[in-house]
């Protein structure tokens, strides 16, 4: 993790890649894909259920949100370019914070992304396998229904108090399309070479882009 120099190379005629000495194999990645799912995927979990879950309630709330503006005004549109790059430093600053440097008391977030996620998918083994696979792309369901009860909703009501109601409504529908939107080419990059969207132009280069970062 973190600025530690990352190679690709042949050895022995196995495709590996090389991070602090040690290598990752096409095996040793199907071994941890197995042992994750055995470990930290429940017994019950659908994948389609999650991806419905996040999708539909993180939707509706958006539609509610978008529902609930009145006779916006033209400087209240300024919130919606504002929270979007509020939104874009915040995952900036978690991705490159905690997600990939143990800091205290955000232990689950660094053990989630990158002892999981990132040993779950490489660079060379990208695709998932199998819906169940979304446990280790998608955020667990209780973060959606924390970010929409314990921080979109407070600062929303913090922004109306503070601004008009438009402005924070805007505030929330921005927030949450920023957060689908992220989800969405989140799985878009982990999806199989032959799937119609990971075949569109814009999906391709993104996720050539997030390959080298993994």
């Known amino acids: 993790p973190g600025s530690v120099p990352f190679r690709s190379c042949d050895i022995?005629?196995?495709?590996?890649?090389?991070?602090?000495?040690?290598?990752?194999?096409?095996?040793?990645?199907?071994?941890?894909?197995?042992?994750?799912?055995?470990?930290?995927?429940?017994?019950?979990?659908?994948?389609?259920?999650?991806?419905?879950?996040?999708?539909?309630?993180?939707?509706?709330?958006?539609?509610?949100?978008?529902?609930?503006?009145?006779?916006?005004?033209?400087?209240?549109?300024?919130?919606?370019?504002?929270?979007?790059l509020y939104a874009n430093f915040a995952e900036y600053w978690g991705h490159r914070g905690p997600m990939h440097h143990l800091k205290r008391g955000l232990r689950l977030i660094y053990e989630r992304h990158t002892r999981q996620h990132h040993r779950f998918f490489t660079d060379q083994s990208m695709p998932l396998d199998e819906l169940r696979d979304l446990r280790a792309v998608l955020f667990p369901p209780i973060l959606m229904t924390f970010f929409i009860t314990a921080f979109a909703v407070p600062v929303g009501l913090l922004i109306?108090?503070?601004?008009?109601?438009?402005?924070?409504?805007?505030?929330?529908?921005?927030?949450?399309?920023?957060?689908?939107?992220?989800?969405?080419?989140?799985?878009?990059?982990?999806?199989?070479?032959?799937?119609?969207?990971?075949?569109?132009?814009?999906?391709?280069?993104?996720?050539?882009?997030h390959q080298a970062h993994h």
Do not use: C
């Open 160 to 209: 109306a108090w503070v601004t008009t109601a438009n402005v924070a409504w805007l505030f929330i529908a921005t927030s949450l399309a920023y957060f689908l939107n992220y989800e969405f080419l989140h799985m878009a990059y982990h999806l199989p070479q032959g799937h119609p969207v990971a075949g569109l132009p814009l999906i391709g280069r993104l996720k050539r882009l």
């Open 12 to 84: 022995l005629g196995t495709r590996t890649s090389v991070r602090r000495g040690w290598r990752v194999t096409a095996e040793s990645t199907a071994g941890f894909r197995e042992q994750y799912r055995r470990e930290h995927i429940p017994a019950g979990y659908k994948g389609w259920l999650h991806l419905m879950f996040t999708f539909g309630i993180g939707g509706t709330a958006l539609t509610a949100a978008i529902l609930q503006l009145d006779d916006v005004r033209p400087l209240e549109w300024l919130a919606v370019p504002l929270t979007f």
